[in-house]
Structure formats: structure tokens, C-alpha cells
């Protein structure tokens, strides 16, 4: 099973010299060359790529500012010949970082750890999934537990998200629509763009806000009829 990689360097020579390396391995299938993240931007909107090998300085925008701004991003290899950005490049969960000149040694040992995790990924996508009570987000440089009986509600600041439970709150570097499309949506709603509330957790709705122990969550105007219709369906009873 290939890998469709896309190489990311404002540099022609290491352009070059990477994408040689990359038509030399059987598993990768390169789809394209850029010089900038904006031109690959609209490569990643319009075609699927697994693997981006990412150059860190960069015109208009660094290979750092760019990964940031992708919600679910393809499987990175940072590479640049700047190594004390590596620290914040693994924060952002990237597969490897490579140091040019990038050793043929060094490269093929980056993209074999790329395919092993594609691979595994693939084959546990393709079974048959055990229903659970729980995920799991980075928070504070490690992976905590989290169950879904325990969260109230989710709040989003920015490109991070803080997770209220009922023990604490987690903050967690994920956006709110990441989470939404990952979490069961019989048990998760959205209420308005910053928020995600639990279902089975929420108390009352009063006007524009549902309240969740001493918590009032506000609700968007255009999605209040739909929410209210989802959290009541025909659970309401009426005076006949």
C-alpha cells in the first residue's frame, strides 16, 4: 500500500534532492512539489496526501505556522536544517525530524516509521471496532484517559479545547470541530461554535442557554430549534 507525499521546501535544490529520494522507495507515490504552504494548502484541499515532508523555514508562512493551522493533517516529516525546532515539532505529534543534509540512511528510517504507523492505522480501521466508554487527549506532554460518562461540556479557545469534567478541566491542543467529528454524535451535540455539550449531562434549557450544574452554555440562534429538537425529541410531554 503506497503513500501519496507531498514535499514542502522553498529550496529547488532540496526540492530536488528529496523528491529523487522519495521515487527510489517502492511505498511512497509523490503527488506533488511545492515551494510555499499556501500553494500546498490548496494541494491538501483538493487531493489526498498521507505523508507531507515539511520544510520549517519558509516565506509567508513556516512549515510550523502551517502545520498549526491544519485541523486534521496527513502524517508529517518535518525537515530543515534547523534542529532546535525539533522539541516543538514532536509537540505537534509529528512522525520524524530530519536535519539537512537528510542521509539516505536517515530518510529511509523516517519514512519506514511513516508506513509501519499507516499500516497499523489502516489495519485497525479496517476491523471491526470494539465500542468503548473513553478516549484519549494530549494534555500537559501526555495521554490522558478520558470518559465520555465524566465530560459536561467542551469549550473551545482557539485551536485548543478545554474539556469540563466532573473532576476537572483538560486543555487539550485539538479543535472543536476535530473533536466533534470524532466523538459519537448520540451522545455529543454542538450548541453553538464554541461549544459541545454532553447530552445524558444537561439539566434545563432556559431561552438561548442550556445549563449544566452551575453552568450556563449559550445556544446559536440558528441552530436552537434543531438542538432543542434534539435533546427534547419526544420526551416533551404536554398538557393535552
Not at 18 to 30: G, P, R, S, T
Not at 47 to 74: A, C, V, W, Y
Request: charged share 25%; with cysteine; hydrophobic share 40%.
Amino acid at each position: 500500500m503506497k503513500l501519496n507525499c507531498l514535499i514542502v521546501d522553498d529550496e529547488p535544490i532540496a526540492r530536488k534532492g528529496m523528491a529523487e529520494y522519495v521515487k527510489e522507495v517502492d511505498f511512497l507515490n509523490l503527488v506533488g512539489v511545492c515551494e510555499h504552504a499556501v500553494k500546498a494548502s490548496s494541494i491538501l484541499n483538493a487531493q489526498k496526501i498521507d505523508l507531507l515532508l515539511l520544510d520549517i523555514h519558509m516565506p509567508r508562512l513556516s512549515g510550523i505556522e502551517f502545520l498549526k493551522t491544519l485541523s486534521n493533517p496527513p502524517m508529517v516529516i518535518l525537515v530543515t536544517a534547523y534542529p532546535e525546532y525539533a522539541l516543538e515539532g514532536y509537540e505537534l505529534d509529528v512522525v520524524d525530524y530530519l536535519v539537512k543534509p537528510v542521509s539516505w540512511e536517515r530518510f529511509i528510517k523516517a519514512v519506514q516509521k511513516a508506513h509501519d504507523f499507516f499500516l497499523l492505522k489502516h489495519k485497525a480501521e479496517s476491523t471491526s471496532p470494539t465500542p468503548t466508554d473513553y478516549f484519549f487527549i494530549k494534555c500537559d506532554h501526555k495521554f490522558e484517559k478520558v470518559n465520555y460518562r465524566d465530560v459536561l461540556y467542551i469549550e473551545a479557545m482557539q485551536n485548543y479545547c478545554i474539556i469540563h469534567t466532573i473532576e476537572r478541566k483538560m486543555i487539550t491542543y485539538i479543535t472543536l470541530s476535530s473533536l466533534e467529528n470524532q466523538l459519537p454524535a448520540d451522545r455529543f451535540l454542538k450548541v453553538h461554535k464554541s461549544y459541545l455539550v454532553s447530552i445524558e449531562k444537561i439539566n434545563s434549557l432556559d431561552g438561548q442557554e442550556i445549563i449544566i450544574g452551575r453552568s450556563r452554555i449559550p445556544v446559536s440562534r440558528n441552530l436552537k430549534e434543531e438542538v432543542f429538537a434534539k435533546i427534547m425529541g419526544n420526551n416533551l410531554y404536554k398538557r393535552n
